[in-house]
Each structure stands twice: as C-alpha cells, then as structure tokens.
C-alpha cells in the first residue's frame, strides 16, 4: 500500500510549471547515524518521496527528469540501502527506488547552485535511536555519578576535625552510620575531534584541486589516535569517514560525550596565494578581532546551507532571566579557558609550522558556540597557498600538527585536570609536598581555608600554583607550613 510519509511534501510546491531536468549525477555518504543521497541536476525540477513497506522501501519520484547515471555506482556499503532501482514512472518521468534494510526517517529538500555544485535534490535517511558515535554517555547520568562520588568523598572527610582548627568537638550524638568513601572516578579527559566540512561540502579547494575536507579529517584521526594512546584521555570524532554533519550536531555530539574540550580543524584559504601559517581562534562574544577573522566565521558558518541547517543555539525551554545568567556565567568561564588552552596550543604550533597569527583570535564561528564546553577551531595553514598546500598533503607534517594540538591540550589539562579525571588523581596521589593537603568541599572559599588552616593567602595561591581564588569542589589544596 503506497502512502505519504508525514512531513514530507512535493519538494516545488507552488511553481506554476515543471520543468525538465536531467539527474547528472548521484552520490551517496554514509555516516553512523544516517545517510545522504543527493541528486545533481542539470535544472530545476519537483520531486515527490514517500514510503512503502513489506519490504520496506523508499521511492524518489522526480517528475519530467531522465536519469543521465549508473545508480548502481553508488558506494551502498555501511548504509540503510541495500540496492537501488531505476526506471520510468508510469506517467512519465524518473522513479528511484531504495531498497532498505532498516527502518529510516526520511526528510527531503533542495538546494540551489553554489560555486560548487547546481540544483540538488538531498534526501536524508535519519536512523532512529542511533548515534553519530559509538557507545554514547547520558551527561546527565555522567555528571549526576561524578557530583554523588564527590559529595560522598567531601562528607566523609568532613567526619574528621579539619587539622588546624580550634573548635573544640561537639558532645558525642547518636551514632550515625558513616558510608566509606567512594574510589575516586579516575575517569578520561574527553577531547571532541571535529575534522571540518565532508560530504558534499568539500571546504576549501587548493590550487592543486586538494580537498580542505580530506586534509583535516586526516588530520583529526591523526590527533584522536594520538589523544586515545595517552594515558587519562579520551578522544570522540565527530565524523570519522567522508559525510555531512550540520554545525549545530557538531557541538551537540560533544555535548552528548561529556566532552571537557572541542577542538574544530580547518585548513584556511584565500583569495591570493600569498598568505600561509597556523591559526587559532576562540568565540568572540562581540564579533571578530579582525576583518579577516569576521570573513572567515562568516564563510564557515554558511557551510550549514548546504545541509540546510540553522545552526541556531537554542535555549527556549529556560526562563529568559535564568537563560541570561547561565549564558554570562559559562560563556565567561568557557571563553577563559579556551583563551588559555589556545595559547598553548599556538605555541606548540609555532614550532612546527609558521604562524599567521601570533595570538589567539577571536571570531563567531558557530561550531564555538556551545556555552558549556571550551572551545578552539584551529586553521592549520593556507590550502590556497601553494607551497602549503604541498605540506598539508604530506603525512609527516600531518602528523606533525596533530601532534602540536594534542601537545598544547595535553599541557593545559596536566596543570588543570577536572577533578573526577585520572590526571587528578595522579597528582593527588603521586606528588607529597612538605605540608598538608586539603580537599574542597562546597561552600569553601579560598580565604576561609587559609584562615582556617593559618596561613596567607598569597603562600595558598603560590603552593597550588593559582592566578586567581577561583577553586572547585573536590579539589586538592597543598597547605604550606606556616
């Protein structure tokens, strides 16, 4: 029985004439979480997509069109499609029809020519309940673990007078059942690896026809592969083959790893040959730092029309006020960091390769625009220039810049490791300085516990290595001898 799939209308509704068209092409990429079909045609033309079941089936009605292409090209390995069928519809005009092999949400639309490509027909194969990566991690789930093994370790510590206090010990109550401590997480430092454009859109193209996108995703497995080799680090690709992932999914992948760090890798271009260099930018709250960097964020964010994409950050389900506050805070804390974390990772740059910029830049780039995780996207040199275009092809430099990255993430995180992490508890553990050590609990300040324990606040600050009083719960303080 044919029918409608909800949601999916006549792709050219209220156009007086059909035209004809010619598919010229078809080309098929496959990612975890769905697939892409996209049709380029000689002009424009009106579409029709519906399903059918027993055995399930999707059929692609293109009216007045006449395919000019082998189907049974396409690269079906790793999709929801099985085979592809062609042929005259009755009435005339082209029916595609694909057989599947598990259960899909379609969605269609059309896109107009670019400087790329012309007319397209795009239809999206979504996968229920799949996800773009392997094993995903609840982050409320994670995040509500890692909070109860903190609480727990601050109450239990909190059994035990504080050394150093004179607060004489209150009369003995009824005994009161004290749960052990629980084993500190030792969990991974999670970096999100997000290797630029794919699929149809190719990013930059240099002068010897190399594709920005096949250059950044080797280098992005270049640094996941050098982040899952260290000890306490873990890294998740937001893609990790040749496909389209819209902007917005981009940061939400990361969101939905529990990512403490995202990392976005571009390669640069230009309309002359002559610029070359490294560089690397953090999220402006006020625009760019630059007229360059502003043209840059622009023509990245406009890669989401080709996926048809908003790219908008959505925050509808809070109160306005409470949607303010939340962005002030963590935007404030993020950028901070990502400020931080890009200097180091310049620095590390600079030693292998020539830097356009001696500092971070700042710019709205939309794949930095996620609130509540630090974020960089790093330009790892001129694909519109020639000779770089050159070093950008060559494997050795390649793995060079990975290494570079993860060096200036790997510095950061060692000096600033989140408390739950290995990296803590290494520190915690392996280091013994002269004095005593003291773990945060909630409503400590960093005045309370030098007063507490007797000792100024600047010697605090010095022993731990602080530029300012910001400290976290389940923290581990050094307290110098006074």
Known sequence: ?????PGLIALMAGISSVQAANVESMRLWAAPDHARLVFDLSGLTSANVFALDNPERLVIDLDE?????????LPLEGSAIDAVRTGTRDGGGLRVVLELNREVEPRHFVLP????YGHRLVVDLEYPGESAVENPIDPIEAMIRDQEMLAQQSNAQAQAQVPGSQVAPEAPAAPVEVQPAQP???RDIIIAVDPGHGGEDPGAIGPAGTREKDVVLNIARRLASDINNTPGFKAVLTRDSDYYIGLRQRTQLAREQKADFFV????DAFNSPRPEGSSVYALSQRGATSETAQWLADSENRADLIGGVDGSLSLRDKDQVLRGVLLDLTMTATLNDSLSIGGQVLEQLGRINRLHK???EQAGFMVLKSPDIPSLLIEVGFISNPAEERRLRDPVHQQGLATAIFSGLRAHFERNPPPTSLLAWQRDNQRRPTGNEYRIQSGDTLSSIAVRHGVPVNQLRQANDLSGDVIRVGQVLRIPNS
């Not at 029985?1 to 799939?5: A, C, G, L, N």
């Not at 976005?264 to 390669?267: E, K, N, P």
């Open 1 to 5: 029985m044919r029918f409608i799939t």
């Open 65 to 73: 069109s006449v395919l000019n292409t082998d189907a049974s090209t």
């Open 113 to 116: 020519p670019n400087d790329q």
């Open 184 to 186: 500190h997480p030792q």
């Open 264 to 267: 976005s890798v571009h390669a």
């Open 358 to 360: 001696s500092r971070v």
